[in-house]
């Protein structure tokens, strides 16, 4: 399985949780690859996690990468997900990457709460509680 994240990598956008949630599939014995396409202040925190989880065969980070490489990653996902959250007054948009995603015929997975939920449609994926790495799991 091809698990896509597109985005800054900062703390409200929640990479943490998707990663232990990638502990808890690999737990399950699920296989995947995890792509992180973007940049930010939390790489290097988000890299040490990944070490720390034992995830480093699985997860890979692509840095900002061109709109053509970008499709490629969006075209061989099997799934979007990014569950942003609300910290204080920084708060998701309305998530153009999951319009990204589905223009891909990706499903998503992202928050049920924040503008970035109101880009979620039944058809298009899945909206959970960003704070429960479980449920992301169980999502994915």
Do not use: W
């Not at 959250?85 to 589905?102: K, P, R």
């Amino acid at each position: 399985m091809k698990i896509l994240t597109v985005s800054r990598l900062q703390k409200r956008k929640n990479h943490t949780a998707v990663l232990h949630a990638c502990s808890i599939l690999k737990s399950r014995g699920v296989e995947f690859v995890y792509d992180i396409v973007g940049d930010g202040q939390q790489r290097e925190i988000l890299e040490d996690l990944v070490f720390a989880k034992n995830l480093s065969e699985n997860v890979h980070f692509h840095g900002i990468v061109k709109d053509k490489q970008l499709d490629d990653f969006y075209s061989g996902a099997d799934v979007f997900v990014l569950p942003s959250l609300t910290l204080d007054d920084d708060v998701e948009g309305f998530g153009i990457v999951f319009l990204e995603a589905g223009k891909h015929g990706v499903p998503v997975i992202g928050p049920n709460k924040g503008g970035a939920a109101d880009a979620i449609t039944k058809d298009s994926g899945i909206k959970i509680d960003p704070t429960n790495p479980d449920k992301i799991a169980d999502a994915i």
